[in-house]
């Protein structure tokens, strides 16, 4: 093949560059882009937002009588190992703000704590709420039908009042004069009960209307 000179002057195409010069060139570009992002002095900002950690109980210690914690028995309330000889309840459930108001208790609570915790040793925010407990052993007053515990769920037994009010009661308490009655089930609206349902039961919940039976022969 014949080559054409122009303007006097052969041209000529540079030699490609042996393929171990290649490799050297591109393993140095690679090292100056990875010394500028490490370079000091330089931050990266991270708009995703911290990572959700997975659900579970709170270590020991960091938020006060957390979801599965436990506490002392006695006057003073303390928050303790739950495999100490001390511990006599754990934490089902904790909320911000009162019972009345706040989210209800799980139905297997037995009793509530109301907790405050303040001043410079306190050490979450959850400082100021309530605490929903049970026992670690028998009895569990909070169970169906054992007449104790700060719900009213199906199961339990009431007496009625003149007042419109009702008084939880042991199903298996022979005692007392008053009629009793059996929560049978629990509805969204009244109209939702059976239609032998003798009481209403006001309940907390996504049902809050409790189908009560006049219970006879106790």
Known sequence: ???????????????????????AVATFVVALLLAACEAP???????????????GPSPYGVVFLGPGDCSSRGPVIREVFCRSEKAAAT?????LGTPSSGPPCPDATD??????ETGTGARSRLTTGYACMRNLEPPHPGDPGQGGGPLTVVGDCVTASRAGEVTETACADAG??????????AVRRR??????????VSLRGEKPVGCARRSTGW
């Open 1 to 23: 093949m014949d080559e054409r000179v122009s303007s006097g002057a052969r041209s000529r195409r540079p030699a490609p560059l042996p393929a171990r010069v290649v490799l």
């Open 41 to 55: 002095g330089r931050t990266v900002t991270d708009d995703r937002g911290p990572v959700p950690a997975p659900p």
């Open 91 to 95: 934490v089902l459930a904790r909320h």
């Open 111 to 116: 009793f509530v704590l109301h907790v405050s």
């Open 176 to 185: 007392g004069r008053a009629p009793r009655y059996r929560v049978e089930s």
């Open 191 to 200: 109209a939702q009960c059976p239609d032998d349902t003798d009481l209403f």
